[in-house]
C-alpha cells in the first residue's frame, strides 16, 4: 500500500462537539479503509471507500474519499463519549500486492 | 467462529531470548499480516502473507520472521528479543485478494527487559 500521513495525532473535544480526521497521500490510492480502536482493544473495520469522490455515511459518522484519491477524512457529528478511541485510515494493496498499511492514527477523547 | 485467535496475550522476555507469537484464523481468509502498536506510531506492518505460501516483507521486518504454516496460521518469531521491540503486536487477516475488511486478534502485550 501506499504511505498515508493522518493527522492531527489528537484531538480532545467536548461531547457534542464535532471532530474530524484526515488522511492524505502524496501518490493516488486504490482505497482507504478505515478503523476505530477502543482503548485497550483491537482495531475494527467501518468503512472502505474506493470510489472518487465517494461520501458514506453511518449514523453520526460521515467518510469521504477525495476527487484526485489522494486524501480522505472521517467527521463525527455530535460526539458522544462512546467515540473515545484510535481511528485509523488504511491503504490495501496499489503496486504491493496484498499489502495494508495504515497511517498514525488520531487519538481522540472525549470530555463529558 | 472465533474469528482470529493470538496467543499468547502477554509476555515478558529478557533481552536475547526468543519467543514465537502465533496466529490462527478460522475464516478461510487469505492474507494475513503482523503489525505493532507503539505510542504515537500507529501500527506498522512487519511482515505479511498475502496468500499461503508467499510472505512479503513490511515497513518494520528487521529482527523478525514469519512463517505462514499452512492457509490457517501464521507466525511471528523473535529470534534474539530487544528492548526495542517491547510493544503491542497485532495479527490480521483478509478474505480474497481485493482486499476488503481486515480482522484484527486481541493483541500480544510483550515486554523485553
Known amino acids: 500500500g501506499q504511505q498515508v500521513m493522518q493527522i492531527p495525532q489528537y484531538q480532545h473535544v467536548q461531547e457534542g462537539e464535532d471532530f474530524t480526521t484526515y488522511c492524505n497521500s502524496s501518490t493516488t490510492l486504490s482505497n482507504i479503509q478505515w478503523y476505530k480502536q477502543r482503548p485497550g482493544g483491537h482495531p475494527v473495520f467501518l468503512i472502505q471507500l474506493v470510489k472518487s469522490g465517494e461520501v458514506k455515511k453511518q449514523k453520526r459518522l460521515t467518510f469521504q474519499f477525495g476527487e484526485a484519491k489522494k486524501n480522505s477524512s472521517l467527521h463525527i457529528t455530535a460526539t458522544q463519549t462512546t467515540d473515545v478511541g484510535t481511528y485509523f485510515c488504511?491503504?490495501?494493496?496499489?503496486?504491493?500486492?496484498?499489502?495494508?498499511?495504515f497511517g498514525q492514527g488520531t487519538i481522540l477523547t472525549v470530555h463529558p | 467462529n472465533a474469528g482470529v485467535t493470538q496467543t499468547p496475550k502477554f509476555q515478558v522476555l529478557k533481552t536475547g531470548q526468543s519467543m514465537t507469537l502465533q496466529c490462527a484464523q478460522d475464516m478461510n481468509h487469505n492474507s494475513m499480516y503482523w503489525y505493532r502498536q507503539d505510542p504515537g506510531m500507529g501500527l506498522r506492518l512487519i511482515y505479511y502473507?498475502?496468500?499461503?505460501?508467499?510472505?512479503d516483507k513490511g515497513e518494520v521486518p528487521n529482527g523478525y520472521n514469519v512463517s505462514r504454516l499452512n492457509k490457517r496460521e501464521f507466525s511471528l518469531r523473535l529470534e534474539s528479543a530487544a528492548p526495542s521491540q517491547t510493544s503491542v503486536y497485532f495479527c490480521a487477516s483478509v478474505y480474497g485478494s481485493t482486499l476488503t475488511e481486515a480482522f484484527f486478534g486481541q493483541g500480544t502485550r510483550l515486554t523485553v527487559v
Open positions: 502473507s498475502a496468500s499461503e505460501g508467499t510472505t
Open positions: 488504511g491503504n490495501a494493496g496499489g503496486t504491493s500486492y496484498g499489502k495494508l498499511t
